[in-house]
């Protein structure tokens, strides 16, 4: 995805609302409002599609950090057992 702005539906931007990548990212609520979305991102430039993806800080997807809730969760998890 980089260098692309992406489009969500409502669940993806609940997994993503946490995270910068929401930025560049158009929420769609209706697969009208979706197709709509999609249009408008075809008549942007490629500069300026490339430039609205290049401002967000992908780091927060790492998957260290993405993981480490389910490490936390798993280590609780063996304790108990």
Not at 1 to 27: E, T
Not at 48 to 73: G, K
């Amino acid at each position: 995805m980089h260098g692309l702005p992406a489009l969500a539906a409502r669940i993806g931007a609940l997994i993503f609302a946490a995270g910068a990548m929401l930025s560049a990212c158009q929420v769609a609520g209706s697969p009208q409002a979706f197709a709509d979305a999609v249009l408008t991102y075809l008549e942007w430039t490629p500069e300026r599609r490339r430039e609205l993806a290049l401002d967000v800080d992908f780091s927060s997807l790492s998957w260290d950090r993405t993981l480490a809730p389910v490490h936390d969760i798993l280590a609780q998890a063996a304790l108990r057992a």
